[in-house]
């Protein structure tokens, strides 16, 4: 589904509760990582959680930690708009992994009743997920995920293979890319993640290939979400076939005191 800057809302600005998507809705939300998103990030990082802030400064390459406060950060915005809450208190926390049972399964916010969500990031995409019911969401960059990268082959459904190998050169690549969007959604609200063979799972290609997609998982619905170019995303959705994908633009300069009174100092008057 190719992002149209025009057909989406202007970024949400702080105060306001924002209504709960309903149990058949997913609302997505798409913040570019840029490189004026990211110093509002570092502006705002002391919404961050002391387990948050550990996981940032783990990472090696100072582009990822910037990344990673910057969907972090956005997350917690976005939750807080939901809750009534300042983003740093949003408590978060790790459900029970579906497989082994440890805490290292789908993230959860402390809400009742609950509210769920989702967050991926991948080159200056980022992509957040909230619902109602168990959600997933993944985004990715052409560049990380093309048809000449057979390494991701092996971990797709034979049937997934089949129609990506039935498909004109040109197209295997766009193909692959949204089957796998649409795969690792489907894997992250399970709260699996890749702990579970994703070769055993089939998601199908998605809506806008010839190939028909074929049924989602029981219980499960799949949905493509708007993406920059260049990118695919995609959301699954617990308890409906067909979710109904609600897209909103995220903005932390609209969050950032800084930028705010820069603004307002520059303004006409």
């Not at 090696?60 to 406060?69: F, P, T």
């Not at 992509?127 to 082959?153: I, Y």
């Not at 894997?187 to 579970?196: A, F, I, N, S, V």
Request: hydrophobic share 40%; with cysteine; aromatic share 4%.
């Amino acid at each position: 589904m190719p992002y149209d800057r025009d057909r989406l809302p202007a970024p949400a600005g702080p105060p306001g509760l924002r209504p709960r998507p309903r149990e058949d809705e997913a609302a997505v939300w798409l913040l570019s990582a840029t490189g004026p998103e990211m110093a509002a990030a570092d502006r705002l990082s002391g919404v961050l959680s002391d387990e948050e802030v550990r996981r940032r400064d783990a990472l090696a390459r100072g582009a990822d930690r910037r990344l990673y406060a910057t969907a972090h950060v956005g997350l917690r915005f976005v939750l807080g708009a939901y809750l009534g809450l300042a983003p740093e208190r949003v408590e978060l926390h790790r459900a029970a992994c579906p497989l082994c049972g440890g805490p290292h399964g789908r993230p959860e916010v402390a809400a009742r009743p609950p509210l769920h969500f989702s967050l991926s990031h991948a080159g200056s995409a980022v992509l957040c997920a909230v619902a109602g019911a168990p959600v997933g969401a993944d985004v990715e960059s052409a560049e990380n995920v093309c048809a000449s990268d057979w390494e991701f082959l092996p971990v797709l459904h034979p049937d997934e293979r089949a129609a990506i190998g039935g498909r004109q050169p040109a197209d295997r690549g766009p193909a692959l890319l949204h089957c796998w969007v649409r795969k690792e959604a489907y894997l992250k609200g399970l709260g699996t993640g890749l702990g579970l063979d994703p070769a055993g799972v089939r998601v199908g290609l998605g809506p806008g290939f010839a190939v028909p997609p074929g049924p989602p998982p029981p219980d499960w619905g799949l949905a493509p979400v708007p993406a920059p170019d260049g990118y695919a995303g995609a959301v699954a959705l617990r308890g409906t076939t067909t979710p109904v994908v609600l897209p909103h633009r995220l903005s932390l300069l609209l969050h950032d005191p800084a930028t705010v009174r820069a603004g307002a100092a520059t303004a006409p008057t």
